[in-house]
Nanobody
Framework: QVQLVESGGGLVQAGEPLRLSCVAS????????MGWFRQVPGKEREFVAA????????YYAESVKGRFTISRDNAKNTVYLQMNSLKPEDTAVYYC????????????????WGQGTQVTVSS
């Protein structure tokens, strides 16, 4: 079992940066691939970024490529999402997720989810 807690969300102006953190507790965090997803009301959860268990491989949605960076610190059981050049369309609740296996951009392949953190970008 893995428990995930996100933090770092908030209200920012367009163009400003924000860094999200997700702290994991429980078993074998370093054996899990991690992903960030986001969701707005009335829409399906959308893939944002993923990282392999070692941190050696990362994968991004086209909409955030070049602006967002996912990273992890296995010694701290933490995964990060650095978001730069934020746009109003990045406004959403952001969730981190964990899966025991290769990273994926499919939400249904993740086993554990955090409660989400709200990111609001004003124009």
């Amino acid at each position: 079992q893995v428990q995930l807690v996100e933090s770092g969300g908030g209200l920012v102006q367009a163009g400003e940066p924000l860094r999200l953190s997700c702290v994991a507790s429980g078993r074998a965090f370093s054996s899990h691939a991690m992903g960030w997803f986001r969701q707005v009301p009335g829409k399906e959860r959308e893939f944002v970024a993923a990282i392999s268990w070692s941190g050696g491989n990362t994968y991004y949605a086209e909409s955030v490529k070049g602006r967002f960076t996912i990273s992890r610190d296995n010694a701290k059981n933490t995964v990060y999402l650095q978001m730069n050049s934020l746009k109003p369309e990045d406004t959403a609740v952001y969730y981190c997720a964990a899966r025991f296996g290769p990273y994926s951009d499919y939400a249904t392949r993740y086993d554990y989810w955090g409660q989400g953190t709200q990111v609001t970008v004003s124009s």
